[in-house]
């Protein structure tokens, strides 16, 4: 698979450039503080007791962590993951309780690690984010750009922690139309980078864009076309492999209160 996608961008750069057009490619940002990973291997190479430990671990974090009992859990999933550091959900579940209690940063590097450890790769991972920039550093003089999109939505997401979530993106990787505004921050400029000397010299001074509501007025971009798109993704919600997921049914109240919400919102605005 890396293979291919390597191949696949230096055919596109080839292509684009060859054709004497810029190329513009950008890396991917994912969900990473809200979507748990799809699905988690064992450590078959794991003796008995010391799997017995670990599950003993994974169970009362689990458990403290379902009463708010935040700092215990933490404490639970710590030694679960010295026991089984590949275990995609133990690292989540670890991340979950050292933001619960205000450890942003030791929380950051468990959610990398339960995407790179998740076992139903739905999400781009690390070693796809960087093809991506080695692809386009390795094309720059023949006029390929970087836009580096997953490294600008984590230092400009709205939570502050550098962890992407549930106010970007519908699951694991589409995104909202907030989602779409901040990705679109981070191209614009590389964009205008690489358009022609003659389009440049016509480009206004440098302004800041309009907002994610702006934009939302200008594209007419109503509450009721958000309440389609979340009730859309509510229907994939309650497939697999969605389901599978750790928190799936708090998930999935949670988005029936949006829902609830954003319904309201649509009917006031249609009266």
């Known amino acids: 698979m890396l293979d291919r996608l ?9 292509a684009g450039t060859g054709a004497g057009a810029a190329v513009v490619l950008s890396t991917v940002a994912v969900n990473l503080r809200d979507s748990a990973p799809f699905a988690s291997l064992e450590d ?14 994974f ?13 215990a859990a933490r404490d639970s999933f710590l030694a679960a993951a010295r026991l089984a550091p590949h275990h995609a959900e133990t690292r989540y579940r670890l991340g979950r309780s050292l933001l619960a209690v205000g450890d942003t940063a030791e929380a950051q590097p468990h959610f990398a690690a339960a995407l790179e450890h998740d076992a139903l790769r739905f999400r781009t991972d690390r070693r796809l984010n960087d093809i991506i920039r080695a692809t386009a550093a390795a094309g720059a003089a023949d006029g ?5 999109g997953e490294a600008f939505v984590r230092a400009h997401e709205p939570s502050g922690s550098g962890l992407p979530g549930r106010e970007l993106f519908y699951e694991q990787v589409h995104l909202t139309f907030p989602g779409n505004h901040l990705l679109a921050r981070a191209v614009l400029p590389v964009v205008e980078d690489a358009l022609p000397d003659r389009a440049g010299q016509r480009r206004r001074p440098a302004i800041a864009g309009p907002d994610a509501a702006a934009c939302a007025r200008a594209q007419a971009f109503p509450p009721r076309h958000e309440y389609d798109h979340w009730r859309q993704h509510r ?11 750790a928190e799936h049914e708090a998930d999935l109240a949670r988005l029936d209160r949006r829902l609830v919400e954003l319904r309201a919102g649509s009917g006031s605005e249609q009266a």
């Open 144 to 148: 390929v750009h970087l836009a580096d």
């Open 235 to 245: 229907t994939l919600m309650v497939r697999y492999p969605f389901t599978a997921q």
């Open 44 to 57: 078959t190479t794991l003796a008995p007791a010391v799997r017995a430990s670990w599950q003993r671990s």
């Open 6 to 14: 390597r191949s696949n961008l230096d055919d596109i750069c080839r």
């Open 59 to 71: 169970r009362d974090g689990s458990e403290l962590a379902a009463v708010g009992r935040h700092a």
